[in-house]
């Protein structure tokens, strides 16, 4: 299995910071990594796909890079709507496997 | 578009079967660039690939369910299914399904099923 990890596990920040969350794959995964919104009792939604491709109707203010191992979301003039969690995920290999979170909260 | 709704018993008592259902909508099951997964959440936690069909019935399983796990699909009436056998509390969590979907090569998981809490108590 290829382990995901990512940091922090939570984060404070204002309305209007610009927000980074990192996700390190224990391999090589090439740009098969994805990133999801999750809020609290729903589904998790795709806002990134193959390491930078933004999800159609996804605000232009999340942004994906990297590959190889390290990767990065970028929440630039981060909204109130984006205060919650998201999980990075790896395709590249099966079973695929998710980061363990990050909690982006108010400060 | 796609929309995917799981389905099935909301408790289930230990050592016994768990099953779910999910139906898809919008379109077709044998889709030649997808696949079919299950994922599970237990509350307050991450999020675990179970496994995964393809319209054709081919399945893979993570390993870490393998054993006890059948994923099986059902082309006319559009959905895949779920049994995990001699279920624990630790298989106490929310279940989704999703559709993933292949382009050149890449892969993700979208849509998803808005997820169905599944509790393991007698």
């Known amino acids: 299995d290829i382990q995901m990890t990512q940091s922090p596990s939570s984060l404070s920040a204002s309305v209007g910071d610009r927000v980074t969350i990192t996700c390190r794959a224990a391999q090589s995964i090439s740009s098969s990594l994805n990133w999801y919104q999750q809020k609290p009792g729903k589904a998790p939604k795709l806002l990134i796909y193959t390491a930078s491709s933004l999800q159609s109707g996804v605000p232009s203010r999340f942004s994906g890079s990297g590959s190889g191992t390290d990767f990065t979301l970028t929440i630039s003039n981060v909204q109130p709507e984006d205060f919650t969690t998201y999980y990075c995920?790896?395709?590249?290999?099966?079973?695929?496997?998710f980061g363990g979170g990050t909690k982006v909260e108010i400060k | 578009q796609v929309q995917l709704q799981e389905s099935g018993p909301g408790l289930v008592e230990p050592s016994q079967t768990l099953s779910l259902t999910c139906t898809v909508s919008?379109?077709?099951?044998?889709?030649?660039?997808?696949?079919w997964s299950w994922i599970r959440q237990p509350a307050g936690k991450g999020l675990e690939w179970i496994g995964r069909?393809?319209?054709?019935?081919?399945?893979n399983q993570n390993p870490s369910l393998k054993s006890r796990l059948t994923i099986s699909v059902d082309t006319s009436k559009n959905q895949f299914s779920l049994k995990l056998y001699s279920v624990t509390a630790a298989d106490t969590a929310v279940y989704y399904c999703?559709?993933?979907?292949?382009?050149?090569?890449?892969?993700?998981?979208?849509?998803w099923g808005q997820g169905i809490l599944v509790t393991v108590s007698s």
């Open positions: 069909i393809y319209g054709s019935g081919t399945s």
């Open positions: 919008g379109g077709s099951i044998t889709s030649g660039s997808s696949y």
């Open positions: 995920q790896q395709s590249y290999s099966l079973p695929l496997t």
């Open positions: 999703a559709r993933q979907s292949y382009n050149s090569g890449w892969n993700w998981l979208d849509p």
